[in-house]
T-cell receptor
Framework: DVKVTQSSRYLVKRTGEKVFLECVQDMDHENMFWYRQDPGLGLRLIYFSYDVKMKEKGDIPEGYSVSREKKERFSLILESASTNQTSMYLC????????FGEGSRLTVL | GEDVEQSLFLSVREGDSSVINCTYTDSSSTYLYWYKQEPGAGLQLLTYIFSNMDMKQDQRLTVLLNKKDKHLSLRIADTQTGDSAIYFCAESGTYKYIFGTGTRLKVLA
């Protein structure tokens, strides 16, 4: 079975803190994605990566950056967290279909 | 730009059929998808349809695609309480998946 693991299920951070969200997949997929999920807005694409060290902005990249140093790992970075970044963050990896992690619920106080 | 729209809520009685509707804008999508999200979990692929098909049936699930109207629907026959979840439709391009807002299905016993 494909496994996409998001290391942190729940995080609480303060405004201005730097936040790292980690995602690891075990199927050697080239394409990985970070989405943000908010009620009534569905899933919005923040960034995606189609290979190691390659990244593309999605629809809402402002306030976020990403890192893909190894094929299996795709990290989302909030350089200075703000309250409007309180959300559910979903990582996905693509191999035929999209496989999702369980999500990381981030609260910024 | 691309857009995928769904109604936000649907409530049905156990044993009835549920029909979840979706409209999309990108006529070049090769595949259209239905994903299910159970509480506290990531999204799981439920079913998909190739863009040159009109209908696909998979056990209790029937997907109908009207390409002229850019309308996709998911019918769940004999809806059970375990079907209570959020259902997302999605269309895909080369790299990106565009998701709808999600429809929260509530099944009443």
């Amino acid at each position: 079975d494909v496994k996409v693991t998001q290391s942190s299920r729940y995080l609480v951070k303060r405004t201005g803190e730097k936040v790292f969200l980690e995602c690891v997949q075990d199927m050697d997929h080239e394409n990985m994605f970070w989405y943000r999920q908010d009620p009534g807005l569905g899933l919005r694409l923040i960034y995606f990566s189609y290979d190691v060290k390659m990244k593309e902005k999605g629809d809402i990249p402002e306030g976020y950056s990403v890192s893909r140093e190894k094929k299996e790992r795709f990290s989302l970075i909030l350089e200075s967290a703000s309250t409007n970044q309180t959300s559910m963050y979903l990582c996905a990896s693509k191999g035929g279909e999209l496989f999702f992690g369980e999500g990381s619920r981030l609260t910024v106080l | 730009g691309e857009d995928v729209e769904q109604s936000l809520f649907l409530s049905v009685r156990e044993g009835d059929s549920s029909v979840i509707n979706c409209t999309y804008t990108d006529s070049s999508s090769t595949y259209l998808y239905w994903y299910k999200q159970e509480p506290g979990a990531g999204l799981q692929l439920l079913t998909y349809i190739f863009s040159n098909m009109d209908m696909k049936q998979d056990q209790r699930l029937t997907v109908l695609l009207n390409k002229k109207d850019k309308h996709l629907s998911l019918r769940i026959a004999d809806t059970q309480t375990g079907d209570s979840a959020i259902y997302f439709c999605a269309e895909s391009g080369t790299y990106k998946y565009i998701f709808g807002t999600g429809t929260r299905l509530k099944v009443l016993a």
